[in-house]
């Protein structure tokens, strides 16, 4: 009696491994299933199960793009019409999911096989699948389809900038509610559209840039930009791609770049050229060179395109450099050389820019040029420039009002110069010694034994005599925390007066 034939050992494959890297939890159940069917040595059930997984988490990704892409919107409608109509939609959804974007080039000509292949091991009479090639199909799957994210492309991009561009309310006119809908809008985003949505953008914005009607939707747009390219990184374009797009949009870039974490990534050709276009904007737009100004600040600048920027301010007039609405720190230089001139109409325009910036950016200068401003005040206001004046009144109510050490340079000046040289400067001395009753007593003890430092070193010049020093020391008199200054100057005056004895 012959023995019956020997059935072949069952062939099982583990599948449990890809599970973990499927990304959403609507897409576990199907492919749940194939990984028992694997386990069961059921390998026609698992591999269609595997292609089953896939094709369903495509109809969701539609769905879920509907929501913000009409594009995706009707995709869907097409796939249920033909599902109502008992049509197979498989082969379709896999050509919208690549057209779409869902699937690459490579990942489309993949699953299409897979897909084929279901077709192939779905009809019971067909060759079953080896254990290998379920495992290849589900890796497949896993690696184009379900390991990876919703992710919307130009459909919702056109759909996105409409809004951005046209709705007034879409967002709230302040900068970080732009930035956090950026923030939450680009993980959903399609990594291949980031630039074609920057460059259309941007064409848009060039439009209408200097419309003041328009000026909400421009404000959206940089911050919105910027944003964007601190986000997915400003590589998104080559630098000879950003060189040639300061070219095409000139107004939008000068001021999307206008922050040390994009210009610094754009490349030096780019650099050098929004620093020209700045440049030559502000002969009629001098705002835009607040700028190049907090790059500048930021040190984002090159040698070479600082120095630029920084001769170009030193060539404005102080009119123009308040109109751009410089900084103290900035035109600094400029400022002292206008109070040296001599030159009432000149003087004047940089005190008032001075006292308009405020103290706080008086502040931001370091304590010589501080001290140089404090001098330089007084200098002209002993040449009876109004504004001067005006500041010294001012300033003798609160001398606690701007910072310490151009009070200290003020002070100083009314003394002695930079070369210890006493002479001394006492049309506003009154106002000067009142403003130091305002500061704090350990800051106003500091500044007197500073001032008698330097008349204790210093010598007269020229055409300082006695009667000056006596004049001093009369103003003197009425503020007792003055004393060791009035004691510094007599005991100069008496040493000078014995040198012209002994003489």
């Known amino acids: 009696m012959s023995k019956p034939p020997m059935k072949p ?12 890297n499927i990304h959403s939890t609507e897409d ?68 919208k999911a690549h057209e779409y974007g869902f699937v690459s080039d490579s990942g489309h000509t993949i699953l299409n096989h897979i897909y084929e292949m279901r077709c192939l091991y779905g009809h019971p009479y067909e060759e079953a699948p080896s254990q290998e090639q379920v495992s290849h199909a589900a890796a497949v799957v896993v690696e184009h389809v379900l390991s990876k994210p919703v992710k919307l492309r130009h459909g919702f991009g056109k759909q996105l900038l409409k809004s951005l561009l046209e709705e007034r309310s879409f967002l709230d006119d302040q900068q970080t509610a732009v930035e956090a809908f950026a923030k939450d809008i680009l993980p959903r985003l399609d990594e291949s559209i980031h630039g074609w949505l920057l460059d259309n953008y941007w064409g848009e914005l060039e439009k209408i840039s200097g419309d003041s009607s328009m000026s909400v939707f421009s404000r ?95 060539e404005m007039e102080i009119g123009a ?29 940089a005190i008032d820019l001075v006292v308009s910036n405020g103290p706080d950016q008086a502040a931001e200068l370091n304590e010589e040029q501080q001290l140089d401003l404090g001098r330089n005040i007084l200098q002209c206001a002993e040449g009876t420039e109004k ?61 007197i034994a500073d001032i008698v430092a330097s008349v204790d070193a210093g010598t007269p010049k020229d055409w300082t005599d006695q009667d000056d020093f006596e004049s001093a020391i009369a103003m003197l008199k009425g503020y007792a925390w003055a004393a060791p200054l009035e004691k510094s100057l007599k005991t100069k005056a008496a040493s000078l007066q014995a040198e012209e004895e002994d003489a």
């Open 387 to 447: 504004s001067a004046c005006k500041f010294l009144e001012e300033l003798s109510k609160d001398g606690a009002s701007w910072p310490f050490d151009v009070v200290r340079g003020i002070a100083l000046e009314s003394f002695t110069n930079e070369d210890n040289q006493i002479r001394f400067k006492d049309r506003h001395l009154g106002r000067v010694l009142s403003a130091l009753g305002h500061l704090k007593p350990r800051l106003r003890k500091q500044l």
């Open 220 to 314: 959206r747009g940089i911050w919105f930009s910027r944003t964007m390219l601190l986000e997915v990184g400003v590589d998104v374009f080559s630098n000879d791609d950003w060189h040639d797009k300061t070219c095409k949009f000139p107004k939008v870039l000068m001021r999307v770049c206008g922050i040390a974490g994009v210009f610094k990534e754009i490349g030096k050709r780019a650099q050098d050229s929004l620093v020209g276009l700045i440049l030559t904007e502000s002969s009629t737009r001098a705002s835009v060179l607040t700028h190049l100004e907090r790059l500048n600040n930021s040190g984002a600048l090159t040698k070479r395109q600082r120095e630029r920027f920084v001769e170009h301010v030193s």
């Open 9 to 20: 050992a069952l062939q099982t494959v583990d599948l449990s491994s890809y599970a973990k």
């Open 321 to 349: 450099i308040r109109s751009a609405g410089l900084s103290t720190l900035t035109c600094y230089g400029k400022l002292i050389d206008a109070m040296k001139s001599h030159n009432w109409y000149v003087q004047n325009p």
């Open 28 to 95: 576990h159940p199907l492919f749940d299933d194939a990984v028992e069917a694997g386990k069961a040595g059921a390998l026609r059930a698992a591999y269609v199960m595997i292609w089953l997984a896939c094709a369903e988490s495509l109809k969701r990704r539609f769905r879920e793009a509907q929501k913000r892409d009409g594009a995706a919107g009707k995709i869907v409608g097409d796939i249920e019409a033909k599902e109502r109509e008992h049509k197979a939609v498989d082969k379709f959804v896999l050509t």
